[in-house]
């Protein structure tokens, strides 16, 4: 079983430093730029707003690429990748805000393209210089803490082999203490077993110890008790790990509520900054959209009218955030017709019910272009899970335990389930429970990248589909 967000040390004082590298690269940038073009530094005051304002966008973007994690062990080109597409992103809401207040005229293209260039150049040159020093640093030893773990099963190993996997945090195991394991075993590989639990404190007395990592099960309070009295005259850190990762965990985090610590075992990820993050993707970016697909909603309007009598949109109740009930329209693609109370029907392979008009839209996903109304009016995203008819909510929520955590987040028009094929009829538990696995994943993991990710794929193979009927 893989745990996910067991280990999540920080270096408060890397992280603050390479934040400060990053804002005074994109004023350093945008300075040069100014010069290359203008030959002098006397900047006017609306190319001065335009970097304050980058400043400003980057603090919320650059986090959200996830650019101040660890990279230890992933490749450069990865993260020079991430880099670009959060530097790309910061000057596109940049230029987006430019044309909303009609300030985008008053800028040189050449300045604005050079800084983007030179704002490129100096990020990928910073972030080499650093992981070379942070290699060098490595290499000398400093910043070593050593660590003893306590338990040899489970998330003790798995703790152990992520310890070992992470060189760059500084933590170096001298061995566990289990006993379910012979003294002389082996974890994870290369941890050795010390001993049993028993002898962790005469252990401890002997030896320089910096932190003591107990991750025994929930079920081994007494013993945790226990092994925290027996070393109260211990000067190391002692820190619990406690084995949550046998439940279904959601955006999990510790946090502190009125001084009491509180582990989040499943949550949203909009949240904060987040959520606000997100709803300025969503409604700017659904906004452009429909004035540019306008021409041809009118096209699709006109054609659904003259396919079959009937109203222009379907429209239907289906759970949004939180599981509360949203309106969802679409281009109508069926002959109208009425369904048996509290059913509803999927579009089956060569339905009946759809006209042709109808197979041309739904085989190029054409039908689903009103959402974008529904993005605009806060009550859709554009990348999410798809919304299910409220009574495809109620047969499945029973049958898959986890069905009804999609509902973290606000449903969208295209997902990540929907770019790996998981679209179209669900006839077959399997095929939903594959749907959720996907959806899970997306809000577990997501980002502005991720989403930024979901609607290049889309675009380029998303609309056309053998599951799309």
């Given at each position: 079983m893989i745990y996910s967000g067991i280990i999540k040390e920080h270096s408060?004082?890397?992280?603050?430093?390479?934040?400060?590298?990053?804002?005074?690269?994109?004023?350093?940038?945008?300075?040069?730029?100014?010069?290359?073009?203008?030959?002098?530094?006397?900047?006017?005051?609306?190319?001065?707003?335009?970097?304050?304002i980058a400043i400003l966008i980057s603090l919320i973007v650059f986090p959200h690429f996830n650019l101040y994690r660890p990279w230890r062990g992933t490749s450069m080109t990865k993260e020079i990748g991430v880099v670009t597409f959060a530097w790309i992103s910061t000057l596109i809401l940049l230029s987006v805000f430019g044309f909303i207040t009609k300030q985008s005229s008053f800028f040189s293209r050449i300045w604005i393209s050079s800084w983007f260039v030179l704002g490129w150049w100096f990020f990928v040159t910073e972030r080499i210089t650093?992981?070379?020093?942070?290699?060098?640093?490595?290499?000398?030893?400093?910043?070593?803490?050593?660590?003893?773990?306590?338990?040899?099963?489970?998330?003790?190993?798995?703790?152990?082999?992520?310890?070992?996997?992470?060189?760059?945090?500084?933590?170096?195991?001298?061995?566990?203490?289990?006993?379910?394991?012979?003294?002389?075993?082996?974890?994870?590989?290369?941890?050795?077993?010390?001993?049993?639990?028993?002898?962790?404190?005469?252990?401890?007395?002997?030896?320089?110890?910096?932190?003591?990592?107990?991750?025994?099960?929930?079920?081994?309070?007494?013993?945790?008790?226990?092994?925290?009295?027996?070393?109260?005259?211990?000067?190391a850190d002692i820190r619990f790990i406690p084995d949550i990762f046998s439940f279904r965990l959601l955006n999990h985090s510790i946090s502190e509520v009125a001084n009491i610590p509180v582990i989040n075992l499943c949550s949203t990820p909009m949240d904060g900054i987040s959520r606000w993050v997100k709803e300025l993707e969503d409604r700017i970016l659904a906004f452009l959209i429909l004035l540019l697909i306008n021409p041809l909603m009118l096209l699709i309007t006109i054609a659904v009218r003259l396919s079959s009598p009937g109203p222009i949109f379907f429209k239907q109740k289906r759970h949004g955030w939180d599981g509360q009930p949203i309106t969802v329209y679409k281009f109508r693609t069926m002959y109208t017709h009425k369904e048996a109370n509290g059913t509803v029907s999927q579009a089956k392979k060569k339905d009946p019910r759809v006209t042709r008009v109808g197979a041309f839209l739904r085989r190029t996903s054409l039908d689903e272009l009103p959402q974008f109304i529904n993005v605009v009016q806060g009550r859709m995203s554009i990348v999410g899970p798809r919304p299910h008819a409220i009574e495809h909510n109620n047969h499945f929520k029973d049958k898959i335990d986890d069905y009804m955590l999609r509902h973290k987040v606000k449903p969208g028009i295209t997902g990540w389930a929907q770019v790996h094929g998981w679209r179209g009829e669900t006839d077959t538990l399997d095929k939903m429970q594959k749907r959720v696995e996907f959806d899970l994943y997306y809000i577990e993991n997501w980002s502005v990248w991720l989403d930024l990710q979901i609607i290049l794929r889309t675009l380029f193979s998303g609309f056309f589909h053998k599951n799309a009927y």
């Amino acid at each position: 079983m893989i745990y996910s967000g067991i280990i999540k040390e920080h270096s408060f004082t890397l992280n603050a430093i390479l934040r400060s590298l990053d804002l005074s690269t994109i004023v350093f940038s945008g300075i040069c730029a100014y010069w290359l073009q203008f030959s002098h530094l006397n900047l006017p005051e609306q190319y001065i707003t335009a970097i304050g304002i980058a400043i400003l966008i980057s603090l919320i973007v650059f986090p959200h690429f996830n650019l101040y994690r660890p990279w230890r062990g992933t490749s450069m080109t990865k993260e020079i990748g991430v880099v670009t597409f959060a530097w790309i992103s910061t000057l596109i809401l940049l230029s987006v805000f430019g044309f909303i207040t009609k300030q985008s005229s008053f800028f040189s293209r050449i300045w604005i393209s050079s800084w983007f260039v030179l704002g490129w150049w100096f990020f990928v040159t910073e972030r080499i210089t650093l992981r070379a020093l942070l290699s060098w640093l490595r290499k000398k030893g400093f910043n070593q803490r050593f660590v003893v773990i306590v338990g040899g099963m489970g998330v003790a190993e798995e703790v152990a082999a992520r310890l070992i996997a992470s060189p760059w945090l500084g933590f170096r195991v001298l061995g566990c203490f289990c006993d379910r394991r012979k003294a002389g075993d082996m974890i994870a590989g290369s941890v050795k077993v010390l001993g049993g639990i028993n002898s962790l404190v005469a252990f401890a007395a002997a030896t320089r110890i910096d932190q003591i990592w107990i991750a025994l099960p929930l079920k081994e309070e007494e013993r945790i008790k226990n092994l925290l009295y027996e070393l109260r005259h211990s000067t190391a850190d002692i820190r619990f790990i406690p084995d949550i990762f046998s439940f279904r965990l959601l955006n999990h985090s510790i946090s502190e509520v009125a001084n009491i610590p509180v582990i989040n075992l499943c949550s949203t990820p909009m949240d904060g900054i987040s959520r606000w993050v997100k709803e300025l993707e969503d409604r700017i970016l659904a906004f452009l959209i429909l004035l540019l697909i306008n021409p041809l909603m009118l096209l699709i309007t006109i054609a659904v009218r003259l396919s079959s009598p009937g109203p222009i949109f379907f429209k239907q109740k289906r759970h949004g955030w939180d599981g509360q009930p949203i309106t969802v329209y679409k281009f109508r693609t069926m002959y109208t017709h009425k369904e048996a109370n509290g059913t509803v029907s999927q579009a089956k392979k060569k339905d009946p019910r759809v006209t042709r008009v109808g197979a041309f839209l739904r085989r190029t996903s054409l039908d689903e272009l009103p959402q974008f109304i529904n993005v605009v009016q806060g009550r859709m995203s554009i990348v999410g899970p798809r919304p299910h008819a409220i009574e495809h909510n109620n047969h499945f929520k029973d049958k898959i335990d986890d069905y009804m955590l999609r509902h973290k987040v606000k449903p969208g028009i295209t997902g990540w389930a929907q770019v790996h094929g998981w679209r179209g009829e669900t006839d077959t538990l399997d095929k939903m429970q594959k749907r959720v696995e996907f959806d899970l994943y997306y809000i577990e993991n997501w980002s502005v990248w991720l989403d930024l990710q979901i609607i290049l794929r889309t675009l380029f193979s998303g609309f056309f589909h053998k599951n799309a009927y």
